[in-house]
């Protein structure tokens, strides 16, 4: 036990080596890569179970482990914002502005919200939340003018501003082995090949463009249901999926999930719900080509409940230009891939996670990556047009439909 302990202790000493960067370890709770290392406030209090979530903008901090009133740093703003996650409700927060350190970082006068209400002890089952998106998408200090880019240095951009880091791009390496993440740096240790680049796009309606970045959204232009034999593609059509970290569900369209459902052979209908053979589920994954990179994963990561030699699945849909402006990539996908998210130039790079254990980090200063990297050919085919479930090429019901040769 102890020797495991000093392991864990020396992998993250080790990369304090490197100037200009902050790396955070993560763990993987219940599927949500989550930050246990930080305090707030004089005198310190520490906190954990933070979920790192690139689906929203700001720091929120609940009742079970930072109380405002032991804190002599804390400044209470008293301005008041609305706040809603996923699946939480509606709730409201106390802009506080605090002083939050890390094992090689210090910030002050960093915003969080604080919920106004005592009873609020946490966020769906977490004691907080970081949010790394767009400024655009921040909740507190929220303005009219928000979208034109105005708003607040939130995380990543404050460990920039207070000079901790020389960048504001951050990395992501989430494999189940000793996740972490990297803030104003590369670990090219991590990945193999050059890192492919990727556009960030802008959310489309069905009569508007936005023209500055909400959402972390990138182009999706293929989806394949893959079993040991063959692959099937369950949707040939350019579409914008979230990348967000924080959403531990496949949110996709109506046509791409009955697509999805028809390729399965062994189900059964049951309160509603589609159960599926795990014995079938066990041999199938699913291939999201996000502007030409492929990432997979197997289908047991999306497992939701069982029951019996069944299981239902994390997959739910919405109708795009109605009831969404985009699907969402299931956090699963960052198990097997690294990610760059550079939310400043509006790029994400993905590369093929590494096995190996050394770490070899790069600090990034400049709009260029240190490192090589590439665009593939789908880069020119990014999403332009509303995406239209009549378009989708169906597949029909199983079983042979699914046996075609791609
Ligand atoms: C917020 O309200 C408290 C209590 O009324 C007050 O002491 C404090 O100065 C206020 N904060 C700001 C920033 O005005
Ligand atoms: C709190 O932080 C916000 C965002 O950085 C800033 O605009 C505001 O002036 C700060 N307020 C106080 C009272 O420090």
Known sequence: MLILLLGVISTVSCAAVASNVVQIPLEIDNSMYTVNLLSLGLPAQSVSKIVLDTGSSDLVITHSVYDITKSTSAINTNLTFSMQYGSSDLFYVFAVNETLVGD??????????YPKDDLIRD????????????????????????????????????????GITKSSLF?????S????????GVDTNAYEGPLVKVP???????????????????TVNQVTFNNKEDKTVIANQPLAYWMDTGADSWLTTPAIYKNLYNCFQNTKLEN??????????????ITFNIAGFDVTIPLTDLIDTKNGDYASLKI???????????????????????TVFDLDNGFVYLGKSSSSQRQAIKSVTNAEL?????????????????????????????????????
Request: charged share 20%.
């Open 316 to 338: 739910d849909y919405a109708t795009i230009g109605t009831e969404t402006y985009q699907s969402i990539i299931p956090n699963a996908v960052y198990k097997y891939m690294y």
């Open 200 to 218: 960030i796009v802008f959310i489309i309606g069905t009569n508007f463009v936005l023209d500055y970045y909400l959402y972390l959204d990138v």
């Open 123 to 162: 966020i769906v089952g977490y004691s907080g939340i970081l949010g790394l998106g767009f400024r655009a998408f921040e909740a507190l200090f929220r303005t009219s003018n928000n979208g034109k880019g105005v708003g607040y240095a939130n995380f990543p951009q404050a460990l920039k501003e207070q």
């Open 370 to 406: 240190p490192v090589p990297t590439t665009t593939l050919k789908e880069y020119t085919n990014s999403y332009t047009t509303l995406y239209k479930d009549s378009l989708e090429t169906m597949v029909a019901s199983r079983p042979t439909s699914c046996k075609k040769k791609h």
């Open 171 to 175: 990395s992501l390496n989430g494999q």
């Open 104 to 113: 090689d970082f210090k910030l002050s006068k960093f915003p969080l919200g």
């Open 272 to 285: 509603d719900i589609t159960w599926i053979l795990i014995k079938e589920l066990k041999k199938i994954s």
């Open 177 to 184: 082995d000793n996740p972490y993440v990297i803030f104003g």
